[in-house]
């Protein structure tokens, strides 16, 4: 395991809920909580941390991006739907 992977995973056992949800709120607006905007670098490693954290804290249909595919029923007609959806973060 190199250091970067355990600083990495460090990080991750160190962020609390408020944390995680100050860092899905700066993505939901792009703007961390005293108002400065994230850089491109901070959001990929912001989401980065936060599907980290999911993994390991949240319930996967709880968990950002979840897309509940259901189950079919025999002889149940599975209906999609082409049109891009809006990604919400839970």
């Known amino acids: 395991m190199t250091d970067n992977k355990m600083n990495f995973d460090e990080l991750i056992d160190s962020?609390?809920?408020?944390?995680?949800?100050?860092m899905k709120r700066a993505i939901e607006i792009g703007?961390?909580?005293?108002g400065r905007r994230l850089t491109k670098e901070q959001t990929e490693?912001?989401?980065?941390?936060?599907?980290?954290y999911e993994h390991h804290h949240v319930a996967e249909q709880d968990r950002t991006g979840f897309i509940d595919r259901g189950s079919?029923?025999?002889g149940e007609v599975c209906v999609t739907n082409d049109d891009p959806q809006p990604v919400k973060i839970k």
């Open 15 to 22: 962020i609390t809920p408020e944390i995680y949800e100050n």
């Open 72 to 74: 079919k029923a025999e």
């Open 31 to 34: 703007k961390w909580p005293d």
């Open 45 to 52: 490693n912001t989401f980065e941390a936060i599907i980290a």
